[in-house]
């Protein structure tokens, strides 16, 4: 089966994922911050003025990425027996991604730590913007600072969002990966994912080579789009890309983080929460999994899902966790929520993976 034909995504109900686009210019891509205008070279679809979007303040800005050869790192997490996987945990996919849950100790509170405006909802075909203004109305500057947070801040900009452009990653960039994978590794998910994953033979018992492991999972590049080394799990996943079939869309982008930076620099522009499957399920300033409907700078996203809150170590174990041990569908709860984490593999890559809300 060759690369960039044995992956069929179907994340936005039906649709391809590996689709080539030309174009793009990673430094005309990554803007300075003061430049919120929606200009990046992208023609705007829009039906209503610009908004003003929420800024980030310049020295929140600036300080939110760590230098990627900065090695001081957070302690240890000290949970002792927590951190290891019950009999029930081990037969059971769904109670070890609820446990993962429970272990997200970074995990945000809503209406303190950030605030939402869901706006008004839509079916998945409606074109119109349902909102009035932006998905994320504040978010504290604390969580700049939060060690997972601020490495994976750092990571954002490294990537060329034409689906069909060949990235090429600097050795700072690889400091930056390498930094990302041993701040979480310090955290109680991603020791609990080791724990399961090791009990079953499925990665390494040595924690030093379980880090390698993760690092290629997430950052090793693939071809997309029809170019080699065009692609990561990482960069589909929590960053995203555009795609061409007829016309440009948003392919991957289910970050919750991402969609918080790139609002802020008025270069998404949030259309409104897509209608749960159960009427009466609205969602509301609380909700920690959204369905949503978005255009990235002009480029619609007509259905994306994505948790809002959780901790970047949190979505690097369940992920992976489903990927390692489920199948294309896996059904899980997690606190309050059903879900379905889609999981599609290329090869034994992650090709995509993302929440579908079950409710």
């Given at each position: 089966?060759?690369?960039?034909?044995?992956?069929?995504?179907?994340?936005?109900?039906?649709?391809?994922?590996?689709?080539?686009?030309?174009?793009?210019?990673?430094?005309?891509?990554?803007?300075?911050?003061?430049?919120?205008?929606?200009?990046?070279?992208?023609?705007?679809?829009?039906?209503?003025?610009?908004?003003?979007?929420?800024?980030?303040?310049?020295?929140?800005?600036?300080?939110?990425?760590?230098?990627?050869?900065?090695?001081?790192?957070?302690?240890?997490?000290?949970?002792?027996?927590?951190?290891?996987?019950?009999?029930?945990?081990?037969?059971?996919?769904?109670?070890?991604?609820?446990?993962?849950?429970?272990?997200?100790?970074?995990?945000?509170v809503p209406g303190?730590?950030?605030?939402?405006?869901?706006?008004?909802?839509?079916?998945?075909?409606?074109?119109?913007?349902?909102?009035?203004?932006?998905?994320?109305?504040?978010?504290?500057?604390?969580?700049?600072?939060?060690?997972?947070?601020?490495?994976?801040?750092?990571?954002?900009?490294?990537?060329?969002?034409?689906?069909?452009?060949?990235?090429?990653?600097?050795?700072?960039?690889?400091?930056?990966?390498?930094?990302?994978?041993?701040?979480?590794?310090?955290?109680?998910?991603?020791?609990?994912?080791?724990?399961?994953?090791?009990?079953?033979?499925?990665?390494?018992?040595?924690?030093?080579?379980?880090?390698?492991?993760?690092?290629?999972?997430?950052?090793?590049?693939?071809?997309?789009?029809?170019?080699?080394?065009?692609?990561?799990?990482?960069?589909?996943?929590?960053?995203?890309?555009?795609?061409?079939?007829?016309?440009?869309?948003?392919?991957?982008?289910?970050?919750?983080?991402?969609?918080?930076?790139?609002?802020?620099?008025?270069?998404?522009?949030?259309?409104?929460?897509?209608?749960?499957?159960?009427?009466?399920?609205?969602?509301?300033?609380?909700?920690?999994?959204?369905?949503?409907?978005?255009?990235?700078?002009?480029?619609?996203?007509?259905?994306?899902?994505?948790?809002?809150?959780?901790?970047?170590?949190?979505?690097?174990?369940?992920?992976?966790?489903?990927?390692?041990?489920?199948g294309e569908d896996?059904?899980?709860?997690?606190?309050?929520?059903?879900?379905?984490?889609?999981?599609y593999r290329l090869?034994?890559?992650?090709?995509?993976?993302?929440?579908?809300?079950?409710?």
């Amino acid at each position: 089966m060759t690369q960039d034909n044995s992956l069929t995504v179907h994340e936005e109900y039906g649709k391809d994922e590996d689709v080539e686009q030309q174009g793009y210019n990673k430094n005309h891509w990554n803007k300075e911050e003061n430049e919120v205008a929606n200009n990046d070279g992208w023609e705007t679809v829009g039906r209503k003025p610009q908004r003003q979007p929420h800024k980030i303040q310049k020295d929140q800005w600036h300080g939110y990425k760590r230098p990627a050869s900065e090695q001081e790192y957070s302690d240890e997490v000290e949970i002792g027996d927590s951190i290891e996987p019950s009999e029930e945990e081990l037969a059971d996919l769904s109670q070890a991604c609820n446990k993962l849950w429970e272990l997200d100790l970074n995990r945000l509170v809503p209406g303190k730590d950030y605030e939402i405006d869901c706006g008004e909802g839509k079916k998945v075909y409606q074109k119109e913007d349902m909102a009035q203004g932006s998905l994320f109305s504040r978010l504290s500057e604390d969580i700049f600072r939060r060690p997972t947070f601020s490495r994976f801040f750092s990571l954002l900009d490294n990537y060329n969002p034409d689906q069909g452009h060949k990235e090429v990653v600097t050795s700072e960039e690889r400091q930056e990966q390498a930094a990302f994978i041993e701040e979480i590794s310090r955290t109680a998910p991603i020791k609990y994912l080791h724990k399961y994953l090791s009990s079953k033979g499925v990665v390494p018992e040595n924690y030093q080579d379980f880090k390698r492991r993760m690092t290629s999972l997430w950052f090793d590049l693939y071809g997309r789009g029809g170019t080699s080394g065009s692609s990561s799990a990482f960069e589909h996943v929590f960053v995203g890309e555009i795609k061409q079939r007829g016309e440009q869309e948003v392919s991957g982008f289910h970050n919750w983080l991402q969609f918080y930076l790139e609002e802020a620099k008025g270069r998404v522009d949030y259309q409104g929460y897509i209608f749960p499957r159960q009427r009466g399920q609205t969602p509301d300033y609380e909700t920690q999994l959204l369905t949503v409907q978005f255009e990235w700078n002009g480029v619609l996203k007509s259905v994306s899902s994505m948790f809002v809150g959780v901790s970047p170590e949190f979505e690097v174990a369940l992920y992976a966790l489903c990927f390692y041990m489920g199948g294309e569908d896996n059904y899980i709860q997690l606190g309050p929520y059903p879900v379905n984490i889609k999981c599609y593999r290329l090869g034994d890559r992650i090709g995509s993976v993302f929440p579908i809300a079950e409710c």
